[in-house]
């Protein structure tokens, strides 16, 4: 499995993803789940997957050289020609399609489904920052403000974090951080998401970046994190009120009576009694 999230900011665009790959509890590799792609000064672009490793390794390697023809006379599009975003996703999502109709028949033959899940984004020249996730058929979705970010892989347990704290006015640094405290959350939970981690931060305008880097159990920031997180959450666990049953003692009770239809659990009591 893995977990790579995307985020997309007014600021810029954040990219953390993981490089575990297993099959099984003993046979456990490292295959890198991010490729940037930049061209100084007119594009910069991500590719995040998820799903078999066979599947998102053949698209990105066809992405290299797939494009679009509109009609039988107009130029090619690719990820290098493209003038929008939008179009560089539908060469992706084509690229997706001409590797399912190559080998989609041949996996489920041998009963493998055609799993793929891709998160992409940057920005080219003319243009603001786009985002989008990419499904197995090829079709897309593009991030807005009310949500920011995409998630792929094994994320549910690190989308409270991202749900609770980002914004679009969310800075660069503090969502770099919120998206490693919700990978520490995830390889905490599931064993299948591990290091090394990739992570990339954009800067709007730039049309490149040089915070790029390689995050390992050994990095002295994400040990920081990992403790420091662990601690925090136990402080603030600690200073919560525990339950009061008896309303007389506090302020906050905990059993009062429940609004509208809601009522307490109905025990029984007796066979012959019904739940309903």
Not at 175 to 192: F, G, P, R
Not at 207 to 228: A, W
Request: proline content about 4%; glycine content about 6%; charged content about 25%.
């Amino acid at each position: 499995m893995t977990y790579c999230v995307g985020i997309k900011l007014n600021a810029g665009l954040v990219f953390l993803s993981d490089s575990r790959t297993n099959a099984g509890v003993d046979n456990i590799s490292t295959f890198r789940k991010m490729i940037v792609y930049e061209k100084p000064g007119d594009r910069f672009m991500v590719l995040l997957s998820a799903g078999n490793l066979s599947i998102s390794q053949s698209v990105r390697e066809i992405l290299q050289v797939e494009h679009l023809k509109e009609t039988e006379t107009s130029d090619p599009i690719t990820i290098w020609n493209a003038t929008s975003m939008f179009d560089a996703c539908r060469v992706l999502g084509q690229a997706v399609r001409h590797v399912y109709d190559r080998d989609a028949k041949a996996l489920q033959a041998s009963g493998v489904e055609f799993n793929v899940n891709l998160v992409f984004g940057g920005q080219i020249r003319g243009e603001g920052m786009r985002l989008f996730q990419v499904y197995s058929a090829g079709n897309f979705i593009e991030a807005t403000a009310e949500t920011p970010y995409f998630q792929i892989g094994e994320y549910k347990y690190g989308k409270p974090v991202l749900d609770r704290v980002l914004t679009p006015d969310t800075d660069l640094d503090e969502a770099a951080k919120c998206a490693l405290v919700s990978m520490d959350s995830t390889m905490k939970s599931n064993l299948s998401v591990g290091p090394p981690l990739d992570l990339v931060v954009y800067e709007a305008n730039r049309f490149e970046t040089d915070k790029i880097v390689c995050i390992d159990m050994q990095n002295p920031y994400f040990r920081m994190l990992h403790s420091g997180w662990g601690q925090k959450l136990r402080e603030v666990f600690d200073s919560l009120d525990d339950p009061v049953w008896d309303e007389s003692h506090t302020d906050i009770p905990l059993r009062t009576e429940a609004s509208g239809r809601s009522k307490p659990l109905k025990k029984i009591t007796r066979p012959e009694e019904k739940l309903i």
